[in-house]
């Protein structure tokens, strides 16, 4: 093995690359997970609307999503949208517009689920009380629909997290991307990439227990 203590000391002269790389991959999810969650209710509102029109723009969408790599989806957001609307977004931008949407699709099923995973007698009787169907849906369904999913939502979290990876295709700094440019300083590739598995470790095994504990917990309550 050709690899030594010197090879990795080297990578502390790119140490502001990894600590910006993982910002950016930290911030991405967060904003991620937070418009996907926003967006993903709206959807799920949507598709289990009465009206026509709003189930198939939301159908429309999942399908469109779920059924396209998210590289693709950034790569459309960067490269179409200034031939679309004359303007370009920063690499940045671009790949939290896209993680957005790209999430909203998966977190709408996650709703979705939760939703349907609520006994229906509980819609009935608070109707049966007086409650109108927004009402019902805003303080006795969703609620009880989010303590169902939030396991589901920080798995989602986690996976985000990772496929923030694909952005470095566009130039997003996240943690590959300043991986890359970490290699072309030290001349050697397999330290950058080991310090960056250790990153994404670190972080998705930490959320990981974080998320086993809220679980446990709501086991618990129940």
């Given at each position: 093995?050709?690899l030594s203590i010197n090879d990795f000391s080297k990578l502390l002269d790119s140490?502001?690359?990894?600590?910006?790389?993982?910002?950016?991959?930290?911030?991405?999810?967060?904003?991620?997970?937070?418009?996907?969650?926003?967006?993903?209710?709206?959807?799920?509102?949507?598709?289990?609307?009465?009206?026509?029109?709003?189930?198939?723009?939301?159908?429309?969408?999942?399908?469109?999503?779920?059924?396209?790599?998210?590289?693709?989806?950034?790569?459309?957001?960067?490269?179409?949208?200034?031939?679309?609307?004359?303007?370009?977004?920063?690499?940045?931008?671009?790949?939290?517009?896209?993680?957005?949407?790209?999430?909203?699709?998966?977190?709408?099923?996650?709703?979705?689920?939760?939703?349907?995973?609520?006994?229906?007698?509980?819609?009935?009787?608070?109707?049966?009380?007086?409650?109108?169907?927004?009402?019902?849906?805003?303080?006795?369904?969703?609620?009880?629909?989010?303590?169902?999913?939030?396991?589901?939502?920080?798995?989602?979290?986690?996976?985000?997290?990772?496929?923030?990876?694909?952005?470095?295709?566009?130039?997003?700094?996240?943690?590959?991307?300043?991986?890359?440019?970490?290699?072309?300083?030290?001349?050697?590739?397999?330290?950058?990439?080991?310090?960056?598995?250790?990153?994404?470790?670190?972080?998705?095994?930490?959320?990981?227990?974080?998320?086993?504990?809220?679980?446990?917990?709501?086991?618990?309550?129940?």
């Amino acid at each position: 093995m050709n690899l030594s203590i010197n090879d990795f000391s080297k990578l502390l002269d790119s140490k502001d690359l990894f600590i910006t790389g993982l910002k950016n991959t930290l911030l991405l999810s967060v904003i991620g997970i937070f418009f996907g969650i926003l967006l993903g209710l709206i959807l799920t509102l949507f598709r289990l609307s009465k009206f026509k029109v709003l189930r198939g723009f939301s159908l429309t969408y999942l399908e469109i999503i779920r059924c396209t790599p998210l590289m693709v989806q950034a790569f459309f957001i960067y490269m179409a949208t200034p031939e679309l609307i004359g303007y370009r977004f920063s690499p940045f931008y671009a790949g939290a517009i896209a993680m957005s949407l790209n999430s909203a699709a998966y977190v709408s099923e996650i709703i979705r689920s939760g939703i349907n995973s609520v006994d229906k007698g509980q819609m009935e009787a608070s109707r049966s009380l007086g409650l109108s169907y927004v009402k019902t849906m805003r303080y006795v369904i969703i609620p009880q629909a989010v303590k169902n999913i939030l396991p589901t939502l920080g798995n989602e979290f986690i996976a985000i997290i990772k496929e923030t990876s694909t952005l470095t295709i566009i130039g997003v700094a996240e943690i590959m991307f300043n991986t890359k440019r970490a290699q072309a300083a030290s001349y050697k590739a397999t330290p950058a990439i080991i310090v960056a598995m250790i990153l994404y470790f670190v972080v998705t095994f930490t959320l990981s227990k974080v998320i086993a504990r809220i679980e446990r917990r709501m086991k618990v309550s129940d």
